[in-house]
């Protein structure tokens, strides 16, 4: 009997020992297989005691909405963030690196109020942990720096599906609706993809309706519809972004400089999108404020400011297949795509009308590298250089390439010194261009260029032209430059220094370049030579278009191109390839959300519209395991995975994918724990 005393004890101790641990969670082990339970605030405020290097494996599943607009948690300064505040010296035993599935439930009414304290948010810091499935809504979250709703910071971990809505105010920097920094290092498994933000947040500087700053290319399917406010470096979907992917932004935002629809400063952005109102001082743009590589993007909206505001981008440059829908304002470099482009714009358009002061341009402000395969159709009214697609193409020797080529406008151009119906001010080389609007304005007004100071080449206009002095139905004034192989079409009207082509040619030539004398209503010009209208419409007259390469020019034989005139083969035949570059993101999102254990996960559907849907289970060699049919009534809809389907599922990641009429419109990936 003496000899059972010792394993009674142990046994007794061990219960005891147990105990507190159960009476933490609602069930569970905090294994994979078998996650702690999270059904309740007073569980949540003891995940607390699971932070640090010895809880990285430790895993956690909410199984009940909760509610932290309830006292204790909504009294006094609010929720504790999990962590406490991070000290110098001490990250590592503050940081939150286990597994929390939220289970598609959700934590409402976190509050939080301490303005005076850095690093606020449900926690301090999340450092390799994987956040998954959560909603947060109505949060009240208010801090100093470092302030997010679900995160102050995050580092190198997966944040999945998560959700937050309400405000979030930070008195300085590094202040998003989400988390307030974020970083993902390349060599890493960490990501933030399929979440989203609405509300409001305001801060100082690094301001985002999602996340204040965000680095390196990690970050994907995301949006936010926040309302955001700041001074510096502030974004409707991020403040910062080191490279993000397929995002967009709807809210609006208001700022000081580096201000951005999407990003308020970024370096990689590709496949996003925003409609938001962005107003600003400097750096203002409808998607980017200033950035470096922009890809496959669009913008629409409002945008207004003082200085180097654009369509899509305030200041920066490597434009390439985006366009822009936008309204822009501003007082000095203003563009319907890009206020100021430092380097290349490619396969761009723009169709907003762009109104404002000096270095007015329908696509870009200031052109300082080249444009290719670009246009704008958009209105653009000004003060001084201003241009239906770029207001000054500005002389940068640090390129061989000629600056603008291939490109053309068709909108309306208004204003008064250096106004041109393509460019206000040209300093470099013109190659393969046209425009069409009406171009209205002072001095040094012409229908393609106000001011030649380089070459023009193979251009036409054809829209009409009225100034005071020097005033030309191509270009306005030619000075210490040549054009050539180029004619004008529009009428001319003057006072002084006026002509069918040029207007006034100083220290410069016109070398078989030509006007129609009939339509332009001039017999005179200060270069070119003149002709009637039978004579430059197909089959032209022997003396008409001597010596041009009709490798770049087409003749127009059956007049359904140019009304007979010649055009030009490259813009027209690359037209339609240059027209929808930018197709919207699509509406449509399959998720999965986890039951308890031995249950079949929930599957939630959204769809660009109601209608016969199916979808598909595969394994991961691709190989299909299940498929059925559902009819939405509603453009979402949620339903309980089938038991047969959930039946010949075993544990392991399998891809669920969304159709319509055979075509793949949505895809998830579905982790199987049974």
């Given at each position: 009997?003496?000899?059972?005393?010792?394993?009674?004890?142990?046994?007794?101790?061990?219960?005891?020992?147990?105990?507190?641990?159960?009476?933490?969670?609602?069930?569970?082990?905090?294994?994979?297989?078998?996650?702690?339970?999270?059904?309740?605030?007073?569980?949540?405020?003891?995940?607390?005691?699971?932070?640090?290097?010895?809880?990285?494996?430790?895993?956690?599943?909410?199984?009940?909405?909760?509610?932290?607009?309830?006292?204790?948690?909504?009294?006094?300064?609010?929720?504790?963030?999990?962590?406490?505040?991070?000290?110098?010296?001490?990250?590592?035993?503050?940081?939150?690196?286990?597994?929390?599935?939220?289970?598609?439930?959700?934590?409402?009414?976190?509050?939080?109020?301490?303005?005076?304290?850095?690093?606020?948010?449900?926690?301090?810091?999340?450092?390799?942990?994987?956040?998954?499935?959560?909603?947060?809504?109505?949060?009240?979250?208010?801090?100093?720096?470092?302030?997010?709703?679900?995160?102050?910071?995050?580092?190198?971990?997966?944040?999945?599906?998560?959700?937050?809505?309400?405000?979030?105010?930070?008195?300085?920097?590094?202040?998003?609706?989400?988390?307030?920094?974020?970083?993902?290092?390349?060599?890493?498994?960490?990501?933030?993809?399929?979440?989203?933000?609405?509300?409001?947040?305001?801060?100082?500087?690094?301001?985002?309706?999602?996340?204040?700053?965000?680095?390196?290319?990690?970050?994907?399917?995301?949006?936010?519809?926040?309302?955001?406010?700041?001074?510096?470096?502030?974004?409707?979907?991020?403040?910062?972004?080191?490279?993000?992917?397929?995002?967009?932004?709807?809210?609006?935002?208001?700022?000081?400089?580096?201000?951005?629809?999407?990003?308020?400063?970024?370096?990689?952005?590709?496949?996003?999108?925003?409609?938001?109102?962005?107003?600003?001082?400097?750096?203002?743009?409808?998607?980017?404020?200033?950035?470096?590589?922009?890809?496959?993007?669009?913008?629409?909206?409002?945008?207004?400011?003082?200085?180097?505001?654009?369509?899509?981008?305030?200041?920066?440059?490597?434009?390439?297949?985006?366009?822009?829908?936008?309204?822009?304002?501003?007082?000095?470099?203003?563009?319907?795509?890009?206020?100021?482009?430092?380097?290349?714009?490619?396969?761009?358009?723009?169709?907003?009308?762009?109104?404002?002061?000096?270095?007015?341009?329908?696509?870009?402000?200031?052109?300082?590298?080249?444009?290719?395969?670009?246009?704008?159709?958009?209105?653009?009214?000004?003060?001084?250089?201003?241009?239906?697609?770029?207001?000054?193409?500005?002389?940068?020797?640090?390129?061989?390439?000629?600056?603008?080529?291939?490109?053309?406008?068709?909108?309306?151009?208004?204003?008064?010194?250096?106004?041109?119906?393509?460019?206000?001010?040209?300093?470099?080389?013109?190659?393969?261009?046209?425009?069409?609007?009406?171009?209205?304005?002072?001095?040094?007004?012409?229908?393609?260029?106000?001011?030649?100071?380089?070459?023009?080449?193979?251009?036409?206009?054809?829209?009409?032209?009225?100034?005071?002095?020097?005033?030309?139905?191509?270009?306005?004034?030619?000075?210490?430059?040549?054009?050539?192989?180029?004619?004008?079409?529009?009428?001319v009207t003057g006072v002084a220094d006026f002509g069918g082509l040029v207007g006034k040619t100083t220290n410069g030539s016109v070398i078989?370049?030509?006007?129609?004398?009939?339509?332009?209503?001039?017999?005179?010009?200060?270069?070119?030579?003149?002709?009637?209208?039978?004579?430059?419409?197909?089959?032209?007259?022997?003396?008409?278009?001597?010596?041009?390469?009709?490798?770049?020019?087409?003749?127009?034989?059956?007049?359904?191109?140019?009304?007979?005139?010649?055009?030009?083969?490259?813009?027209?035949?690359?037209?339609?390839?240059?027209?929808?570059?930018?197709?919207?993101?699509?509406?449509?999102?399959?998720?999965?959300?986890?039951?308890?254990?031995?249950?079949?996960?929930?599957?939630?559907?959204?769809?660009?519209?109601?209608?016969?849907?199916?979808?598909?289970?595969?394994?991961?060699?691709?190989?299909?395991?299940?498929?059925?049919?559902?009819?939405?009534?509603?453009?979402?809809?949620?339903?309980?995975?089938?038991?047969?389907?959930?039946?010949?599922?075993?544990?392991?990641?399998?891809?669920?994918?969304?159709?319509?009429?055979?075509?793949?419109?949505?895809?998830?990936?579905?982790?199987?724990?049974?």
């Amino acid at each position: 009997m003496k000899r059972r005393v010792p394993f009674w004890l142990a046994l007794i101790t061990l219960s005891m020992l147990l105990t507190p641990v159960f009476a933490q969670f609602a069930g569970g082990s905090g294994t994979q297989d078998d996650p702690w339970q999270v059904a309740t605030a007073e569980h949540l405020n003891n995940l607390r005691n699971y932070i640090g290097w010895d809880h990285h494996d430790k895993h956690f599943i909410q199984t009940a909405d909760i509610d932290l607009g309830v006292p204790p948690w909504n009294q006094g300064e609010g929720w504790e963030p999990i962590g406490s505040n991070i000290p110098d010296d001490n990250w590592t035993s503050n940081l939150f690196r286990a597994m929390y599935n939220g289970n598609g439930h959700v934590i409402s009414g976190l509050y939080i109020n301490r303005p005076n304290d850095n690093y606020q948010g449900l926690f301090v810091c999340l450092d390799g942990a994987d956040i998954q499935n959560l909603e947060l809504q109505d949060i009240n979250v208010t801090g100093n720096k470092w302030v997010g709703g679900l995160a102050a910071t995050i580092r190198n971990s997966v944040i999945r599906n998560c959700h937050v809505s309400g405000e979030v105010i930070g008195m300085e920097s590094l202040i998003g609706l989400m988390m307030g920094t974020g970083s993902f290092f390349t060599d890493a498994d960490g990501e933030l993809t399929d979440c989203s933000s609405s509300g409001t947040v305001s801060g100082g500087s690094c301001v985002g309706g999602l996340v204040g700053t965000i680095r390196y290319v990690r970050v994907s399917n995301c949006h936010s519809s926040a309302t955001v406010s700041g001074k510096f470096i502030i974004g409707g979907f991020a403040g910062y972004a080191d490279g993000i992917e397929n995002c967009h932004s709807t809210g609006d935002v208001t700022g000081y400089s580096n201000v951005g629809g999407l990003v308020g400063q970024g370096t990689q952005i590709y496949h996003c999108r925003s409609s938001a109102t962005v107003n600003g001082y400097s750096s203002v743009g409808g998607l980017v404020g200033s950035g470096e590589i922009i890809e496959h993007c669009q913008s629409s909206g409002y945008v207004q400011g003082y200085s180097c505001v654009g369509g899509l981008l305030g200041y920066g440059g490597k434009i390439r297949h985006c366009s822009s829908s936008t309204t822009v304002e501003g007082n000095d470099a203003v563009g319907g795509l890009a206020g100021v482009a430092f380097e290349y714009v490619d396969y761009s358009h723009s169709t907003g009308d762009v109104s404002g002061g000096d270095y007015m341009g329908g696509l870009v402000g200031i052109n300082h590298e080249y444009i290719r395969y670009c246009y704008s159709t958009g209105n653009v009214s000004g003060s001084q250089f201003v241009g239906g697609l770029v207001g000054i193409n500005f002389c940068n020797c640090s390129t061989s390439n000629p600056n603008i080529r291939y490109s053309h406008s068709t909108g309306d151009v208004s204003g008064n010194i250096c106004v041109g119906g393509l460019v206000g001010r040209n300093e470099k080389i013109m190659f393969n261009c046209y425009s069409s609007g009406e171009v209205v304005g002072v001095e040094k007004v012409g229908g393609l260029v106000g001011e030649n100071l380089d070459l023009v080449q193979n251009c036409y206009s054809s829209g009409n032209v009225n100034g005071h002095e020097s005033v030309g139905g191509l270009v306005g004034n030619n000075e210490n430059s040549i054009v050539k192989d180029s004619y004008s079409l529009g009428s001319v009207t003057g006072v002084a220094d006026f002509g069918g082509l040029v207007g006034k040619t100083t220290n410069g030539s016109v070398i078989n370049s030509y006007w129609n004398l009939d339509s332009s209503g001039q017999n005179s010009s200060s270069g070119g030579e003149g002709r009637f209208t039978h004579q430059m419409v197909f089959p032209h007259s022997d003396d008409t278009y001597v010596g041009w390469d009709w490798d770049y020019w087409g003749q127009d034989a059956d007049y359904s191109q140019n009304n007979g005139y010649p055009y030009l083969k490259e813009i027209w035949e690359g037209q339609v390839e240059n027209q929808d570059l930018v197709s919207p993101i699509p509406e449509n999102r399959i998720s999965v959300f986890p039951q308890p254990a031995f249950t079949a996960p929930r599957v939630s559907i959204k769809s660009e519209s109601p209608g016969k849907l199916s979808y598909t289970i595969y394994n991961v060699r691709g190989q299909k395991l299940y498929s059925a049919e559902i009819y939405s009534h509603e453009k979402e809809q949620s339903f309980e995975l089938p038991l047969e389907a959930w039946k010949q599922l075993s544990n392991g990641v399998y891809l669920l994918s969304l159709e319509r009429d055979k075509h793949r419109i949505a895809t998830s990936r579905m982790v199987v724990v049974k």
